[in-house]
């Protein structure tokens, strides 16, 4: 009896194939993988993701600024490029700040959110002046004290806890309780503290939601954003120096997702940018953006150390895995597994013809790459892509997992 | 309107107060912290690992050998601890086997399973005299290969695939396709096959799954292990030097579970003991167990370092989170989260007046330690603590993520 094939989710655009092989930046698999010295390795394109930007701002009103949440990827060659591709960005630790600092990057271009500061965090930043978005009255408090310590005038937005939600987003970050933010209707009074307190306000951010693919439901996020943020300054009795209006721009992963559209998108914000309200008319306007600037530049490369077959079934077993690839194995945050896109990259423009399960070779049930995929016939030796591993990969694994350690890094 | 709170874990036993805190190994968890130097913390406790490997010992038959699975937990001083009170001890990596070796660990008393073992993984356990758990056909032809090129005979045993499973448990490894060890039919040919090359035949491996908490269950699943060990001994013609029974012995996490009854694990396996066939008369009989030798020993502790509400929800955030728990947080293999025990660890003996949410300092909603907990009030400064973190823990969880880095171990 013939096993059913599960789909795999979609190829970024941008892959093709060169010598039969799966090309990256020009070259074929096996060449990177020479040049990396060893599997696995995570590979990013420098070209995918300047073009990526590139489209980016062609479809977005020109007055939008583009923050990179670097907590998507900061290897430092990626770092790099996005700080010259993108108009700030965003860290979530002391440890981040310290990565931006290491790639010489300027923090007074970064901004700092995250639920769970520490004083030395808040001292690290306020002394290199970079904008703290306060998660609670509790976080101000802490910061106001850190910088007279300091005898620096500190940096200072409001994270907004907002009253709405943005729909079908992987992960929603308003509409409700929340560990994130200020609830919106305590901002105002927050506001006029922090500015009464002789800060350098720097405005609100407010942050709804991630990995959302409906551009219909961005659109109307961005709306109750823009006016969440208008009623607030307002009532505040305060102009907003900057807005970072969160982020929530997906990218495909699985089987039936279909790109967003940015266009769609971009016409609405250039719509409401027409017609600001006086609040508004002078802030400088943020989007911050991880995974949608770097995720699919991403293809992480692994290579079959077995094929076996049990009760009917074939299984290419990999040298990577899950500690490599938590989100893409399905424990990170999915409640069904769902097959991310693959390939057997090495053979990468032949014709599928056989189901297999590629696993990772750690001694769990946990570590599936692809469940019955349908693929090219591999062998020990060949070389699988897991494709969209160019955010939330590397970094958000647990690559101490079973002493197997990290996977090579390299930017191409 | 009272929020209703969600029931957290039963804190295991040996966790009691001194001087109002909770108390690990004769100190309070302010001192141990002070000791450490920083929060958050890993500690683990050698009196209640070695008293739960005597409590063990004594409920099993004597002819039962006990091995140390270092996945559970390799941190070095954990591992030396375990290789006095253990067997032998089981790994599954490369990198495991230098952790091995780094603790000065006679590798002849280890076994290596894994279903991705490279080539340099394979020569480094033949050369160290470590027995391979074979789990394919191909990895056989591959190790007698290298075998053959070393000058060496290599240990090997087969890691059958068995066709039962363990019922009720967490993680079911028999039973159908898997990517783990031989399909029990084709396992007395292979067998055959190392046994004509010249190895040095170290039995079987079945392992049919972790974390149970039936006792029935595991006396079931061990019967049939043996059953089929027998089987597949008596069709190889061959009796079996080894036998290495898996594990399986859970531990309660979750509310409403309890403790497996090792008494009634024991006695089953001294009857069975009792009247074993030729072919395993004279075999080493071993379990493998990690996660219940360790995992209750240890307990990981995070600071508050904001309190804060949220749409009159009450949310502790601390310094600590998924990147050290992930597993606690609920995105391990689980498909609904629960909370696991928790405790306000400077306030143990305080009497639980309110709900509170604890969550990690991860700017994402994933990061949750317990969802509305009953536990006494608690301030920014207070410890958190989560039990049951001495198993799949630190090693286990993405640390590098948001660049936070990997929280402190010790050993009291």
Chains 1, 2 share one sequence.
Do not use: W
């Amino acid at each position: 009896m013939a096993i059913k094939p599960k789909p795999v989710g979609p190829i970024p655009e941008g892959y093709g194939a060169r010598e039969g092989e799966l090309e990256i930046g020009c070259e074929t698999a096996s060449r990177l993988i020479d040049r990396a010295g060893r599997t696995p390795v995570f590979l990013y394109s420098r070209a995918l993701m300047e073009q990526r930007m590139a489209h980016l701002r062609g479809a977005m009103p020109e007055r939008l600024k583009i923050n990179y949440a670097i907590k998507a990827n900061s290897f430092e060659p990626v770092l790099q490029v996005m700080a010259k591709l993108a108009d700030g960005l965003d860290i979530a630790s002391g440890g981040e700040l310290d990565l931006v600092r290491a790639a010489g990057i300027d923090p007074e271009r970064v901004s700092f959110a995250g639920p769970g500061k520490r004083d030395v965090e808040l001292e690290a930043a306020i002394g290199a002046g970079v904008t703290l978005n306060l998660e609670s009255e509790g976080e101000a408090t802490r910061a106001l004290a850190t910088a007279e310590r300091l005898g620096r005038a500190p940096r200072l937005a409001v994270r907004v806890n907002p009253d709405f939600e943005l729909k079908g987003s992987g992960m929603k970050m308003g509409g409700g309780a929340k560990p994130f933010g200020v609830d919106a209707e305590r901002v105002p009074a927050l506001v006029r503290d922090i500015l009464s307190a002789g800060c350098e306000f720097r405005g609100l951010h407010i942050f709804t939601g991630s990995q959302a693919l409906d551009a219909e439901a961005l659109v109307e996020a961005q709306a109750n954003t823009l006016a969440l943020a208008h009623r607030i300054a307002s009532e505040a009795k305060t102009a907003l120096p900057k807005l970072n209006m969160g982020g929530g721009f997906g990218i495909p992963y699985f089987p039936g997702d279909t790109p967003l559209d940015i266009g769609r998108v971009g016409e609405a914000l250039a719509q409401r940018f027409g017609d600001l309200p006086d609040t508004l008319a002078h802030a400088e306007l943020f989007i911050e953006l991880g995974r949608y600037l770097v995720g699919e530049a991403g293809v992480y490369l692994t290579r079959i150390v077995d094929r076996k077959v049990s009760h009917g079934e074939t299984y290419l077993v990999t040298d990577g895995g899950l500690h490599h690839q938590l989100a893409a194995s399905g424990n990170f945050g999915q409640v069904v597994r769902r097959n991310y896109p693959v390939a057997i990259a090495n053979r990468f423009d032949a014709e599928a013809t056989e189901v297999a399960n590629v696993v990772g070779c750690l001694c769990t049930p946990l570590d599936r790459l692809a469940d019955r995929a349908h693929l090219p016939r591999a062998e020990v030796g060949d070389i699988v892509a897991v494709f969209c591993a160019g955010a939330y990969g590397a970094s958000a694994s647990p690559s101490a997992f079973l002493g197997q350690g990290p996977a090579a890094e390299m930017l191409v």
